[in-house]
């Protein structure tokens, strides 16, 4: 079962522009993770945000938490072509230790 | 390059065929993950093993077995295969015990088809 939900399955925006993406989650959770997989390539990590967290900067990324909506967001700043790729959140499940993912969100980067 | 290791990349073999696919971890990590990822069902988290001991399961399988061995090394065995088996199959490792509470590092993924 999936328990965060990308929103939305598909993006596609001109190189320069943000790309903003979605998750949403069902019940508590202790971090959530965004991870990229470029295609039917292994998936890379690209950051974690703890539940205590609001927001997470990494170069380009940027996250933020609402634990009271249980929803994450992942922007992308100035998008490169090489940005393009299939983006997933990941969230524990329950009380579980278990990492389960969501569909994901197809990004294209359109030179 | 993750620092994952897994074999073979492709793999193609008939119904009811049985096959194992292998995995090495990161130096020094001590959990393992199998996940297995289809267009219909997305990435669907199959076991854990953490040094040795089966630590979580999830969908997987009675058809399917996995094991960690001392060395740390992971094998997943996926036997009477049906068509609807055909899918990439990825190992992760990470140091922690818990899936949840850190990064996992994934593998480039084995791509069994089924014919």
């Known amino acids: 079962s999936q328990q965060g939900e990308e929103d939305p399955q598909a993006l596609s925006i001109q190189e320069g522009e943000n790309a903003t993406m979605n998750c949403s989650y069902k019940?508590?959770?202790?971090?959530l993770q965004w991870y990229r997989q470029n295609s039917g390539r292994g998936l890379v990590h690209l950051i974690l945000?703890?539940?205590?967290?609001r927001e997470k900067h990494s170069g380009r990324l940027r996250v933020t938490l609402d634990t009271s909506k249980k929803s994450s967001s992942l922007l992308i700043t100035a998008s490169r072509a090489a940005d393009t790729a299939s983006y997933f959140c990941?969230?524990?499940?329950?009380?579980?230790?278990?990492?389960?993912f969501g569909k994901g969100t197809k990004l294209t980067v359109n030179p | 390059d993750s620092g994952v290791t897994q074999t073979p990349k492709h793999l193609i073999t008939a119904t009811g065929q049985r096959v194992t696919l292998r995995c090495s971890p990161r130096?020094?990590?001590?959990?393992v993950y199998w996940y297995q990822q289809s267009l219909d069902q997305g990435l669907q988290f199959l076991i854990q093993?953490?040094?040795?001991?089966?630590?979580a399961k999830g969908n997987i399988l009675e058809r399917f077995s996995a094991q960690q061995f001392p060395d740390l090394h992971s094998e997943l065995n996926l036997s009477s295969l049906e068509l609807g088996d055909s899918a990439l199959y990825f190992c992760?490792?990470?140091?922690?015990?818990?899936?949840?509470?850190?990064?996992?590092?994934f593998g480039e993924g084995s791509r069994l088809t089924v014919l």
């Open positions: 130096s020094g990590d001590l959990s």
């Open positions: 019940t508590s959770i202790n971090n």
């Open positions: 945000i703890r539940s205590n967290e």
């Open positions: 093993y953490y040094n040795g001991e089966e630590r």
């Open positions: 992760a490792s990470s140091v922690s015990a818990g899936a949840n509470t850190g990064e996992l590092f």
């Open positions: 990941a969230t524990g499940q329950g009380g579980s230790e278990k990492l389960v």
